[in-house]
């Protein structure tokens, strides 16, 4: 990981020093272990405080929407599809952008680390062996990485990203054994009444601070449908329906551009499986459409093409 | 997401189908009376003491 890093700040510390960008976003460490957080670099002199390693899940297109500045941003593969999605829907063009590509080695998952410790993490750390070692007050455990991932990570089979200017590293392999859909099959599987019931559990800890939404890089619109008063189309407290029509609307305005990165997830404070949601409507556009959000800038997203042969079978 | 079958209809009908419509609106109608009243997704008043 260190040569990550050593790369990205000597990436970085080129860029603005020969003035191609004015800012280069990238990751900090965070005040709290396991939680990296965003960091605007505009100064050579300040590029030391950008790192990476396997904490750095925060999807960093969401902080692209509608920048005016050239901008270097750092990217593994998911920021770099929703990259592409930002430039296909005109939140940033790409002539702005410098990509800085980061083969990506999966990242791991506070709350399933959190999980299989007692008492507080005071420190997080990764051996090049892929252990990850945590250790907190009177005790210290090591995993192995692939036990504490994340569970989009586990199952990501676009690593390297598909767009770059340059990249840190040489690319790494990409899965191909996974099967991306099998939780989704077994809620397709429910009959209404169980699926019905599947879902109020799913989301019955929301506390409605959508924090999925600000974290999501796709949830750019200037008002937020759960925030508009007039009309007021949800509403605001704790009615199991307003929970339902949030979680499923939000997810409906990410079908065919959501890229799985997992943010929502992450970002939940009560740890729902928001992915629960978005990632049918992945496999959905998957099969109908043959289509994967954020793969290239050429072609437009299926619900923004009409096509005669589009699947209509529902339509009588 | 736990909606009884049945009860989400999808048509196209063009403005010059009226015969079209009747038969569409009639058998939706039809389909949505046979489940009876929805009673999911439908948001309880407060009961005010």
């Known amino acids: ?316 | 997401m736990g909606i009884e079958p049945g009860r989400l209809h999808f048509s196209w009908i063009s403005s010059a189908e009226s015969t079209k419509f009747v038969k569409v609106a009639t058998e939706v109608t039809q389909a949505v009376k046979e489940l009876g009243p929805n009673r999911h997704f439908v948001k309880e008043k407060v009961k005010v003491a």
């Open chain 1, 1 to 316: 990981m260190q040569e990550y890093t050593d790369k990205i700040r000597q990436i970085a510390r080129r860029l603005l020093e020969e003035g191609t960008v004015d800012m280069v976003i990238g990751f900090r460490k965070g005040s709290m272990p396991i939680m990296n957080e965003p960091c605007m670099v505009r100064r050579p002199q300040d590029v030391d405080q950008l790192v990476w390693d396997s904490n750095c899940g925060i999807n960093l297109a969401n902080y692209l929407t509608d920048r005016k500045e050239k901008i270097g941003v750092v990217a593994k593969g998911c920021d770099s599809r929703n990259i592409v999605t930002h430039i296909i829907e005109n939140k940033i063009d790409r002539d702005q952008l410098h990509i800085i590509g980061v083969p990506c080695g999966a990242m791991i998952d506070k709350r399933k680390i959190a999980s299989l410790v007692e008492g507080e993490i005071t420190d997080v750390t990764e051996t090049e062996a892929g252990k990850v070692i945590v250790k907190g007050e009177g005790f210290e455990k090591s995993f192995d990485k692939a036990e504490v991932l994340q569970e989009n990570c586990a199952i990501c089979i676009h690593r390297n990203p598909v767009v770059h200017d340059e990249m840190v590293a040489e690319p790494v392999e990409e899965q191909t054994d996974v099967d991306r859909y099998a939780d989704i099959r077994e809620i397709e599987a429910m009959s209404d009444a169980e699926r019905k019931a599947f879902f109020d559990d799913l989301y019955k800890e929301c506390i409605r601070c959508y924090a999925c939404r600000n974290a999501c890089p796709l949830c750019y619109c200037p008002t937020c449908f759960v925030d508009e008063s007039r009309p007021q189309w949800v509403g605001k407290g704790q009615n199991e329906n307003d929970i339902r029509t949030f979680h499923f609307l939000r997810a409906y305005h990410c079908a065919g551009r959501c890229t799985d990165c997992g943010a929502c997830e992450r970002a939940c404070p009560v740890g729902i499986k928001v992915r629960m949601l978005t990632k049918k409507l992945e496999k959905d556009c998957k099969e109908l459409f043959d289509w994967e959000a954020g793969i290239s800038l050429e072609n437009r997203p299926p619900l923004d093409a009409y096509r005669p042969n589009d699947p209509d079978e529902f339509i009588k």
